[in-house]
């Protein structure tokens, strides 16, 4: 039953891994290096702090990004 619990654990792991790097695609980001990603994503956790006026512009920008999906 751990084995099942571990292996179901993992699965869930890669897919959401693979589903971050599909953001970077969709992004555009692609060709950016390694530690540029990063960075960008350290520093816009610093600046978005508890600013929910911020999040949520962001998130109109991303729902907007996935809605034009094909």
């Known amino acids: 039953m751990a084995r099942t619990s571990t292996s179901d654990a993992r699965k869930k792991d890669t897919r959401e891994k693979i589903e971050l790097g599909g953001l970077i695609v969709k992004a555009g980001l692609r060709y950016e290096k390694r530690a540029l990603l990063l960075g960008a994503l350290i520093e816009l956790k610093r600046r978005l ?22």
């Open 49 to 70: 702090g508890d600013d929910a006026g911020e999040r949520q512009r962001l998130m109109m920008i991303g729902a907007e990004a996935f809605g034009d999906e094909t």
